[in-house]
């Protein structure tokens, strides 16, 4: 026979001291029937949390449809051109403000920077600097710049040129005959890159420097003559940047062609498509029955969401009727987007404007119908989907207050049920007490009997 005294809740039970049964076990168990109902709610509690996960994840990709939608929906997306150049040694990109077309130049030259070279020193350590450890850089610009060399030697102007700040970089090339030459380069290019480097008193460094002056680029476009202090030309042309390879020889012709990037929209295009059919197939899985595990998705009885997917393939047909399979978009019979890339290309070479229109805000298009879908599903304050996830949040908050309420009231159950044993128990022992009496008085009322006789 099992039996133990225990506190608890501030009730002292007696497990089975008299009776001899296990109440604590029984207690345990008739808790659990009582705990079912706190029980359900729990597991409503987890499922709702699922669903408010899987509505997230579906708000965020109709957030991000929402975006890539818009953007196709400019008119001036679709504007995209690619530009090539008949030289490898000349590079060209085209901007949006570029139109098709074609340019022909011919490079005069290219941007060089200004250089100073100067009369050799026997080593690195050789004295350079004269009256001071100081020296003057005059830019073209009239600014002028004191540095100083620390010890004036050769190796001292040299750090002290690349440490920054002069907008020069100084090098040594060690010649023949083991002197070593000071060479001194603006970083910038072009003819306003002229500087002078001098002791700080105004005399000539090293004995004075050779001078190979920078010169700006030059183009010859049409008889004109344009110039750019890099390499770099942007403004000669609509949206159009032509840069120059250093190497680019004077005198080189090139031909630079602007067409429309058909690529790029097909592209663009077939992204949209592809997108709209993820948030299409995570719809399904959110809500579809599954014939084999018989069961339906955790938002089948979600009607907000079938309500945003019947939205969404609504927007494929326009509300003048026209059909978007000239463009290549079409629905097949598992309601998702097709796309043929082929027959999009053909449209936009045949007609860019008309299968711009077909998409655009300018005529309420493809990606604008769609973008105005997504964005009514995935507003932050007032879209179809938040309003679901802001209320099933509003239903686990009432579970969990439930939760909350069902802890204080098996509590109470609990100490009930404790008491009612342990009073079973204690009437029990008194009732065996008085049984022991009751045979004690008998054995002796017998056994006086006995003696007696």
């Known amino acids: 026979m099992a039996s133990s005294i225990s506190t608890s809740t ?8 008299v009776s001899g049964l296990d109440t604590s076990s029984i207690i345990s168990q008739l808790m659990q029937v009582e705990a079912q109902t706190q029980t359900n709610l729990k597991s409503k509690v987890t499922t709702e949390q699922s669903n408010v996960k899987s509505l997230q994840d579906l708000n965020s990709a109709f957030a991000a449809l929402a975006t890539q939608a818009a953007t196709l929906a400019k008119p001036t997306s679709w504007n995209p051109v690619s530009a090539t150049s008949s030289s490898t040694l000349v590079g060209v990109t085209a901007g949006p403000a570029a139109t098709t077309g074609q340019l022909s130049f011919t490079v005069g030259n290219v941007a060089t920077a200004h250089q100073l070279r100067f009369t050799g ?27 100083d060399t620390g ?6 102007l040299i750090n002290a040129i690349n440490a920054g700040g002069t907008g020069l970089k100084a090098s040594t090339v060690k010649l023949d005959d083991g002197t070593y030459r000071l060479q001194v380069t603006s970083v910038a290019t072009g003819a306003a890159s002229d500087f002078t480097l001098t002791n700080t008193d105004g005399s000539d460094l090293l004995g004075g420097a050779s001078v190979t002056a920078g010169v700006d680029a030059a183009l010859t476009i049409n008889g004109d003559t344009v110039h750019s202090a890099s390499n770099t030309f942007t403004g000669v042309a609509n949206g159009l940047s032509i840069t120059l390879d250093p190497s680019v020889a004077a005198g080189t012709a090139v031909t630079v062609k602007v067409a429309q990037d058909t690529t790029s929209m097909t592209s663009q295009v077939k992204s949209l498509v592809d997108a709209i059919n993820a948030a299409l197939t995570k719809m399904d899985g959110l809500t579809d029955y599954d014939a084999t595990t018989k069961t339906s998705g955790p938002l089948a009885s979600d009607g907000s969401v ?3 997917a019947n939205s969404l ?4 047909y326009p509300t003048d009727g026209t059909s978007l399979a000239g463009v290549g978009i079409q629905l097949d019979r598992y309601g998702k987007l097709t796309f043929d890339p082929d027959a999009f290309t053909a449209a936009y070479n045949a007609d860019p404007a008309g299968t711009a229109a077909k998409f655009t805000t300018t005529a309420g298009g493809f990606a604008d119908r769609v973008q105005k879908v997504a964005k009514s599903a995935s507003d932050p304050i007032s879209g179809t989907i938040t309003n679901s996830i802001n209320g099933r949040n509003s239903t686990i908050k009432q579970l969990q207050d439930s939760i909350t309420d069902w802890d204080t009231r098996l509590a109470l159950r609990q100490d009930t049920l404790t008491k009612q044993f342990t009073a079973m128990e204690t009437a ?8 022991n009496w009751l045979t004690s008085q008998l054995s002796s009322l017998s056994a006086n009997n006995s003696s007696g006789s």
């Open 428 to 435: 029990l022992q008194q009732l065996q007490s008085q049984q």
């Open 121 to 147: 020193t026997a080593a690195l350590s050789s004295a350079v600097t004269t009256g001071s450890t100081q020296v003057t850089i005059d830019h073209l610009d009239g600014t002028t710049q004191d540095i």
């Open 10 to 17: 501030g009730t002292t039970s007696v497990s089975g001291l």
């Open 313 to 316: 393939l609504d927007a494929v």
């Open 151 to 156: 010890d004036g030697t050769m190796q001292g």
């Open 306 to 308: 079938r309500s945003i």
